[in-house]
């Protein structure tokens, strides 16, 4: 039985890193990452075109957030991971976690809002279409935690301990559109949290840092559930293959293990990320104000002290 469409996945000999990386592309997501890397790079080649800057930091960081979803879906593992939970669970992890954070870090609706031209009075094109759609009701409700907080916990629970996972599961358009949500739960999650890119949705730095431990400990409880649990809980993943040699419950347990690491690192990765960005924007405004006072001979610093000045002679 063919679960994937690319490869012989009841064939498969036992688990290692060097067949998990073999090349099995997975046609939706191969055209999906190329395509994204191509507007990202025409975007960056006219900025630079016209003369503008764009930090190569950022280039980086999209470029390995797609080439991370390629890695996961272009490969063996995507055969492996229908036949066996732990690197299912692996893809799962990348491609809502890491994937996003990445793919964040690279700001490319700040690229496009720069790189797209503006249409002529009266009409609408790609960049007012875009502005018109981060400015809407709709993309305020995505992205506020009274939503994206509890569709990132449902994307554990809802899933995997429902009938829905092993429905998915069954069919490769399901396979598609399962590992899509992963990577869209991501980023809507993590978008307000750290993302670059301007969003309706913008807190303060002290209530980002809110918003991601709001919804890290669960997937440490999902983990921590997987591990513990006696017999296998998923369906699709009851009986592995015998050609692969491992045991259901050693692999759910290792699932679970996969799980709740994931838990840890990236809240790490992204706490170390808003830190920075905090003392960015704080130096940033410390900048502007010097500006400013520069430019009014600092006014409001004379004005603190003709206040102060006027209490003395008051007291006087």
């Given at each position: 039985?063919d679960?994937?469409?690319h490869?012989t996945?009841?064939?498969?000999?036992?688990?290692?890193?060097?067949?998990?990386l073999a090349?099995?592309?997975?046609?939706?997501?191969?055209?999906?990452?190329?395509l994204?890397?191509?507007?990202?790079?025409w975007?960056?080649?006219?900025?630079?075109?016209?003369?503008?800057?764009?930090?190569?930091g950022?280039?980086?960081?999209?470029?390995?957030?797609?080439l991370s979803?390629g890695?996961?879906?272009?490969?063996?593992l995507n055969?492996?991971?229908m036949?066996?939970f732990s690197?299912?669970m692996v893809?799962?992890m990348?491609?809502?976690?890491?994937?996003?954070?990445?793919?964040?870090?690279?700001?490319?609706?700040?690229?496009?809002?720069?790189?797209?031209?503006t249409?002529?009075?009266?009409r609408k094109?790609?960049?007012?279409?875009?502005?018109m759609l981060?400015?809407?009701?709709?993309?305020?409700?995505?992205?506020?935690?009274?939503?994206?907080i509890?569709?990132?916990?449902?994307?554990?629970?809802?899933?995997?301990?429902?009938?829905?996972?092993?429905?998915?599961?069954?069919s490769?358009?399901?396979?598609?559109a399962?590992?899509?949500?992963?990577?869209?739960?991501?980023l809507?999650?993590?978008?307000?949290?750290?993302?670059v890119d301007?969003?309706?949705?913008?807190?303060?730095?002290?209530?980002?840092?809110?918003e991601l431990?709001?919804?890290?400990?669960?997937?440490?409880?999902f983990g921590i559930?997987?591990m513990?649990?006696?017999?296998?809980?998923?369906?699709t993943?009851?009986n592995?293959?015998?050609?692969?040699?491992?045991?259901?419950?050693?692999?759910?347990?290792?699932?679970?293990?996969?799980?709740?690491?994931f838990?840890?690192?990236?809240?790490?990765?992204?706490?170390?990320?808003?830190?920075f960005?905090?003392?960015?924007?704080?130096?940033?405004?410390?900048?502007?104000?010097?500006?400013a006072a520069?430019?009014?001979g600092?006014?409001?610093?004379?004005?603190?002290?003709?206040?102060?000045?006027?209490?003395?002679?008051?007291g006087n």
């Amino acid at each position: 039985m063919d679960h994937s469409g690319h490869g012989t996945t009841m064939d498969l000999p036992p688990f290692t890193l060097g067949r998990g990386l073999a090349w099995s592309a997975d046609p939706f997501f191969l055209v999906a990452c190329l395509l994204a890397l191509a507007l990202y790079g025409w975007g960056v080649v006219r900025l630079v075109r016209r003369g503008d800057k764009w930090p190569v930091g950022r280039t980086v960081a999209f470029v390995l957030g797609v080439l991370s979803v390629g890695l996961m879906m272009c490969t063996k593992l995507n055969d492996y991971g229908m036949v066996m939970f732990s690197v299912h669970m692996v893809q799962h992890m990348m491609i809502s976690m890491v994937s996003p954070i990445l793919v964040l870090l690279g700001a490319p609706i700040t690229l496009a809002l720069r790189a797209l031209p503006t249409a002529g009075r009266g009409r609408k094109g790609p960049r007012e279409l875009l502005l018109m759609l981060l400015h809407s009701r709709y993309m305020k409700i995505v992205t506020h935690p009274v939503f994206t907080i509890p569709l990132f916990i449902a994307s554990l629970y809802g899933l995997y301990f429902t009938p829905l996972f092993d429905f998915l599961m069954g069919s490769k358009v399901g396979h598609i559109a399962m590992m899509v949500h992963f990577l869209a739960v991501g980023l809507v999650f993590f978008w307000p949290i750290m993302g670059v890119d301007p969003g309706p949705h913008r807190p303060g730095y002290l209530m980002r840092m809110l918003e991601l431990f709001a919804g890290m400990p669960f997937h440490a409880f999902f983990g921590i559930a997987l591990m513990m649990a006696s017999t296998p809980m998923i369906s699709t993943f009851e009986n592995p293959p015998v050609s692969l040699g491992i045991d259901a419950l050693s692999d759910q347990n290792a699932a679970g293990g996969i799980a709740w690491a994931f838990s840890e690192v990236p809240s790490v990765l992204v706490l170390i990320a808003l830190l920075f960005q905090w003392y960015a924007s704080d130096q940033r405004q410390a900048r502007r104000k010097d500006r400013a006072a520069d430019r009014d001979g600092d006014k409001e610093l004379e004005a603190y002290n003709a206040y102060l000045a006027s209490l003395h002679a008051r007291g006087n």
